[in-house]
């Protein structure tokens, strides 16, 4: 699985510490669209540049972080077929994927743990989609953005 990562200098540290640990899992394919350097940076330019990706398919899936995960959400459910979910829990991130079937989520890297988001993390990408019922809410949501 290719998963994209972007953030800003907010989400910047905890970026780097969920990239490290999937790093040492098998099956994923890392790919950072910044920041870089933690240097401070507007976050809609990165959640953009991460959110292209998902939705060109470049990657599979998106996990965007900012001071909150608020602005970062925000700013890549503007995207067109983007569903950018923010997390604080692990319970949210298995419904976020199983009934949602986001395809971004959000952390922030000024309120959550290390411990915890690596957790919510593996929650989101260990679930599936369920489909069936939930199918016809998301194409009701993708019908929203063509009016």
Known sequence: MKIGFGSDHGGYDLKLKIM???????????????????????YPDYAKKTADAVVNKDVDLGILFCGTGIGISIAANKVKGIRCALLSDCFSAQMAKEHNNAN???????????????????SFLNAEFQGERHQKRLDKISKMEEE
């Open 104 to 122: 971004m989520i959000a952390l922030g890297g000024r309120v959550l743990g290390e411990e915890l988001a690596i957790k919510i993390v593996k």
């Open 20 to 42: 490290e640990a999937l790093s040492k899992e098998e099956g994923y394919e890392l790919f950072d669209y910044g920041s870089f350097e933690g240097e401070r940076v507007d």
